[in-house]
């Protein structure tokens, strides 16, 4: 396979060289799985771009897609792509509201309506007037009521030849996750994403070596420049690659063990939840005994990956937000080397990645071929990446405002870098906060510390202007059903005490804890509190606490529940 051309010349080119390679295998419920070769899903998505013609719509039109991953993204995508068009991608779990600030900002000409939970909800969202258009497992209401991908790729002859797109033309709009406020369009041209896939591309066929075999399970958003990059971008550069998609939240582990991935991408909240998970099976001091025992080290290892269905994985990463290093040498020691990276919209997740002899946890490893990073003198990390994006959508001074002179990207972290080009990220310059004490805390390192404690799913560190610094948790899933009962509450208390006394003794006076509070409630995209992405909402958070934590100070109790 040749490395030149753009994103679409190799799609056609596996069109051509490997039309019976299966590429997409979409679960449909119970053991049934729809699968879609090369063959398919061009011959699909050609009589889509045909279709799309027919409207009218004029060159580089902004398409958009409302759709939890599956089989008719990729191939909606390709056929707007091949179409002359742009796509616009929605978190499929974002409000009626941001639905229409989206479609309205972007000036959206049509709307893919794909899998969704909540669709009756959205609806109000989408413009009265916008054509809209059911994909194949759209729910039941929208595929009654809007004509269906099926009928008309059933009537539609498909576009011929190799329709070809510039290199600086836009692939696509992807409108960041709104943690720090409204969502702003990141304008992807095709030399952009064609640069990222084959970057990861190539990335993932060098840790894979002699495995052949290149299986993914997507299941993080599509809609965000992670999966987008790292899965679909890199198996529509490759070509080789065989993805997989889940069905829903219940049936993961059933889909996981269906994918048997050899390269998984995940993000820390999940790595997290995998690990209480085996937790709840197996108490950690147990498996802590088992695994230091090097004879049976290997056996229990193996046994708890493939109950996790991730034994066949070669290359296992995670990205999006900071992995704590103590939960990196947990899955090591299953024998799962799971490395870190590090990327952002702004460089379509092309900036960093750890492997092989640059591994070490607490690192997000080094640049990835092409990319160039440096530090401000204040320490913010600086990138300028062959993935970087063309500018913010409207928003030409925030884009200027976003460059350095010599044209790097100011990415908001704080880093350090190391002389063999290990990068560490410290934390957002936007979230360092002054306590009364007038010094600047970072929450990521004190909250990767809490993260590591098995009763703790999420946590926050604030305090802005109080005489401390405070920690909130959520705790783990398995043990919020147990809270009524006293003695586990009683537990949990002692637990939290101590853990409050392990961070303090790790971090500096002026960032000790002065205590930690325990959420009422789950953080959760549906209240708010997450991001589409799993990222928490600081200033959400901050807001719902705020006059219950100004009372905890005159407490004296280190564990307040919230």
């Not at 995508?77 to 900002?105: C, D, K, N, Q, R």
């Not at 490759?238 to 998984?264: C, M, N, S, Y």
């Not at 996790?308 to 040498?329: D, T």
Request: hydrophobic share 40%.
């Amino acid at each position: 396979m040749s490395d030149a051309g753009l994103i679409l010349d190799h799609v056609y080119e596996h069109e051509a060289q490997k039309p019976n390679h299966v590429f997409l295998t979409q679960p449909l419920g119970g053991d049934k799985v729809a699968e879609y070769t090369w063959r398919q899903v061009l011959d699909e998505a050609r009589r889509m771009a045909a279709h799309l013609q027919s409207q009218g719509l004029p060159r580089g039109a902004k398409v958009a897609i409302l759709s939890k991953n599956c089989a008719h993204f990729f191939i909606a995508e390709l056929a707007i792509w091949i179409g002359g068009y742009t796509t616009v991608a929605i978190f499929p779990t974002e409000s009626a509201e941001t639905i229409g600030f989206v479609l309205g900002h972007s000036e959206a000409s049509l709307l893919f309506v794909g899998k969704l939970d909540t669709w009756e909800q959205q609806k109000p969202g989408v413009p009265a007037g916008m054509p809209r258009i059911a994909l194949p497992l759209a729910p039941a209401g929208a595929r009654s009521e809007y004509e269906t991908w099926e009928s008309i790729v059933q009537r539609t002859p498909p576009l011929t030849g190799q329709p070809a797109r510039q290199a600086d033309e836009l692939a696509m709009l992807i409108y960041t996750s709104g943690s720090t406020g409204t969502p702003k369009g990141v304008m992807v041209s095709f030399k952009a994403i064609t640069a990222a896939g084959g970057g990861f591309a190539r990335f993932c066929r060098a840790r894979l070596g002699n495995v052949r075999d290149y299986r993914v399970l997507s299941y993080l958003p599509l809609a965000h420049s992670f999966e987008r990059s790292c899965v679909e971008a890199a198996s529509l550069y490759d070509g080789g690659a065989q993805i997989f998609f889940a069905d829903a939240l219940e049936t993961f582990v059933q889909d996981l063990k269906r994918a048997r991935p050899t390269v998984f991408i995940s993000v820390p909240r999940l790595w997290l939840k995998f690990q209480h998970g085996v937790f709840s099976k197996m108490p950690p001091a147990k498996l802590a005994r088992l695994l230091s025992i090097p004879i049976v080290r290997g056996i229990v290892g193996k046994k708890v990956l493939t109950g996790l269905g991730l034994e066949h994985v070669v290359y296992a990463a995670s990205g999006s937000a900071p992995l704590p290093a103590e939960l990196i040498r947990w899955y090591r020691k299953l024998g799962l080397q799971l490395c870190e990276g590090y990327g952002m919209t702004e460089d379509n997740s092309y900036s960093h990645s750890s492997y092989d002899n640059f591994s070490e946890p607490g690192y997000v490893g080094v640049a990835m071929p092409g990319v160039q990073v440096k530090l401000s003198p204040e320490g913010e990390v600086l990138i300028k990446s062959p993935a970087q994006f063309s500018g913010y959508y409207k928003q030409d001074e925030l884009t200027a405002e976003s460059f350095t002179a010599d044209g790097f990207f100011r990415t908001g972290d704080r880093g350090e870098l190391r002389a063999d080009g290990m990068l560490k990220i410290t934390g957002r310059t936007k979230e360092l906060f002054k306590t009364a004490k007038g010094k600047y805390v970072a929450p990521a390192p004190i909250e990767n510390i809490l993260n590591t404690n098995e009763m703790v799913e999420l946590s926050m560190v604030s305090g802005v202007g109080q005489p401390a610094a405070f920690a909130m948790v959520v705790l783990s899933e398995e043990l919020r059903p147990r809270l009524g009962d006293a003695a586990v509450r009683r537990e949990v208390e002692q637990q939290m005490a101590k853990l409050l006394e392990e961070v303090n003794r790790q971090v500096a006076d002026y960032e000790q804890l002065k205590m930690i509070v325990i959420a009422p409630e789950p953080w959760s995209i549906e209240n708010g509190l997450l991001t589409p992405t799993m990222k928490i909402k600081r200033a959400r958070i901050e807001q719902a606490v705020g006059p219950k934590i100004e009372t905890s100070y005159g407490v004296s109790g280190k564990v307040v529940w919230g």
